[in-house]
């Protein structure tokens, strides 16, 4: 996907990924829950970002942001996970990880645990939006070529609502400090209110940031001017690496249930046998002393 046409854009982890990507190594980390010794391979080792961002690159960098234990699933960003843990969350993390730590292998499964236990420490919203939008980039790298997860877009759509919450939340009780960062927060608003669905609801986000394009910097301004005008035309459609996505026309499977019985075919009655009548036996040739007609006559020489 052309990174001039992509969506949600934010400069910060752009640089952020290419500036550390080159720095990528491999760290064994020690779990704080259990004492498992675990391995990253491509991690980055740096600090968990605390403002949102969202730029989506041919890479997957961002699935090493975090750190993954196999052992018992405890996850956290990489530069914290060796930081040490409460009781509280010990418990959460065996009742509620551990049956599915051999899978945090896939970015998937880690990062859903890194999420749950961001909701029961009640992490601040800033660092929510962070840790989601992340979570939404590992399940969009999921999307078939081609084809359409319907529960997989349902899980997208959800994550981007919450993170709407989130940064509705953080611009009434904790604003940005300079104009500049308050415009990319609405722009961020503004298309993921676009991307789950809401495009009449989206345009006055994204022609606000548009308006002032200039203070907001070149590319979220412009794409805040083109978003913009996807939205009033009422588009919802997201560009991704495998193609466009549009939430509104996703459609869950037919379960075999519902599809229409074929017609059940009608049974022909079975012929019945007619009884065919009894056959006569011709009656057998009489004797001339029967009275039996004579003998036809010779046929002549």
Known sequence: MPTARLSLFLPLLASLLFATGARAQTRTYVCPVDGTRVTQVGGDGQPAPKMYSDFEVPTEAYANRIVACPSCGYAQWAAEFERAVDGSVTAYVQQNLKKEARRVAEPRIAWKHFVDLMHFRHTPPREQVTALLYYTYVLKRARPGGGQDYALEMQIKAIRTEVLNLLFTALKDDPPKSERARLE?????????????????????????CGLKEMAGHLVGNLACEMADRARGGECFEDYHGGVVDVTTAKPPVKAAELPKPPTPVQAEP????PLPPMERAAPPRSSGDGAAPPPPPIPK
Do not use: C, H
């Open 185 to 209: 927060w609405l722009y961020l608003a503004g298309e993921l209110t676009r991307l789950t669905g809401d495009p009449k609801r989206a345009l006055p986000l994204l022609d606000d940031v």
């Open 271 to 274: 012929v019945k046998a007619v």
